[in-house]
């Protein structure tokens, strides 16, 4: 079975500095996609970024941008130029590729909560 | 273009009692998941519904059902509701099951079970 693997339960960053968020996953399968989910207060879930395994290149979403490394199993979510509004949970999430029989299914981290100071 | 819609919004119960929750997803979107968050187990996977079919299916006990209808709303129902199924119900739509399709997800429903 898939893991994601969130380790940081909170983390804070100033007002226009960088903050990066770490991921780690299990699997054993070689097609994959990756994401970034934030939950702010609201609770409405949005996503941020997506990384399908098989690409090398790293996404990037405006200030939004992701360190995939595949052989180490590592999804890191840099958050460049922070502001107040990125504040909220941050979810990583998996799901298996075309091949894969889990269809849709979303395997989550635990979440890192997120505070921005003005 | 409307975004996923849930409904209601917030419900209490009593155990024992059962619930229907509903999911209308965004127009054109075929898949719809279900999630069940908790701030012990975190975000849980319950089940995935893809042209009225149940294709996949979380680690739930049977008191979770959930179906399709033609025009890809889907609803699950609780039955025999217990203390610990007090959550956040969040339902997901996509394009499709396989390829990257992204989820999107609707604004949730709060249970609460007393």
């Known amino acids: 079975a898939q893991t994601v693997t969130q380790s940081q339960p909170e983390m804070s960053v100033q007002e226009a500095e960088t903050v990066t968020l770490s991921c780690t996953y299990d699997?054993?399968?070689?097609?994959?996609?990756l994401f970034w989910y934030k939950q702010p207060p609201s609770r409405q879930m949005i996503l941020v970024i997506r990384?399908?395994?098989?690409?090398?290149q790293n996404a990037t979403e405006n200030r939004f941008s992701v360190n995939f490394q595949k052989a180490a199993k590592s999804f890191s979510l840099k958050i460049s130029d922070s502001q107040l509004g990125d504040a909220a949970m941050y979810f990583c999430?998996?799901?298996?590729?075309?091949?894969?029989?889990?269809?849709?299914?979303?395997?989550f981290g635990q979440g890192t909560i997120l505070t921005v100071h003005p | 273009k409307a975004g996923v819609t849930q409904t209601p919004r917030y419900l209490i119960k009593t155990r024992g009692q059962q619930v229907t929750l509903s999911c209308s997803p965004i127009?054109?979107?075929?898949?719809v998941s279900w999630y069940q968050q908790t701030p012990g187990q975190g975000l849980q996977f319950l089940f995935e519904?893809?042209?009225?079919?149940?294709?996949n299916k979380g680690n739930f006990p049977g008191r979770f059902s959930g179906r399709q209808f033609s025009n890809s709303r889907s609803e699950m129902n609780v039955s025999t509701l217990e203390l610990g199924d007090s959550a956040l119900y969040l339902c997901?739509?996509?394009?499709?099951?396989?390829?990257?399709?992204?989820?999107?997800f609707g604004p949730g429903t709060r249970l609460t079970v007393t």
């Open positions: 519904y893809f042209s009225e079919t149940q294709r």
């Open positions: 990384q399908e395994a098989y690409k090398q």
């Open positions: 999430a998996y799901r298996r590729g075309q091949r894969g029989t889990s269809y849709g299914k979303l395997t």
């Open positions: 127009s054109g979107h075929r898949s």
């Open positions: 997901a739509s996509s394009l499709g099951v396989r390829g990257p399709y992204e989820q999107y």
């Open positions: 699997t054993s399968e070689s097609d994959y996609y």
